[in-house]
């Protein structure tokens, strides 16, 4: 629907279910995403997460597919609208580890910020990162996000505290440093 150049967004799909349960699962994915306690989820829960996605509540998960073989490898999305203020949240993952570190998710993710900025007149995307998600913070920069702050030890994970960092982007610094 939404295409880049390695990846197309698409709507979820009942069949996507299973295998975004065993992505979610994954502990070095859970690590990366969830603040909460890594504890697995269940693929009735996944599934009533699947049936809660409707575009008539402001809730805009997409699928990332392969452009060459049309596999779903994870998701992204925007987890929470501000629309007063014109601010959306953003989140993604690639849970198919074979396609980390090749570029998938960082093109998934401008042709999200696109959409945001072009489809649904917002003006700040905005996100959260753990500090030693290095993967991420550079990923999120060849998007054009910058870090506007730092959560001091937000983050309990392994037995430590961590830092989050908060990046983001306006529409007219997308546009003009032309990330897509
Ligand atoms: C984070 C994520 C979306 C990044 O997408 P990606 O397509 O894998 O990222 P890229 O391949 O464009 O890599 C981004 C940069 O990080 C670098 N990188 C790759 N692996 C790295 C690693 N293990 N450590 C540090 N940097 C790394 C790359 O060199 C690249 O920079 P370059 O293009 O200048 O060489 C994806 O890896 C992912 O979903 N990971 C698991 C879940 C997750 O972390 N989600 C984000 C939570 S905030």
Redesign the pocket.
Known sequence: MYTGEKVRLRAYKREDVQLAQQYINDAE?KK??MPGIPYPITLEQEQKWFESISAFSDNYSFAIETLQEGKYI?GCGVNKLDWKNSVATV????GDKD???????????KVLVKFIFEQMNINKVK????SF????V??YE?CGFAREGVLRQEIFRDGKYHDEYIMGILKDEFFQKNVR
């Open positions: 994915t990366l995403l994870g989140g993604i993952f690639i396609y980390w570190g090749k570029g998938y998710g960082t093109d998934a993710m996100l959260f990162v753990y998600n290095e993967r991420a550079k990923s060849k």
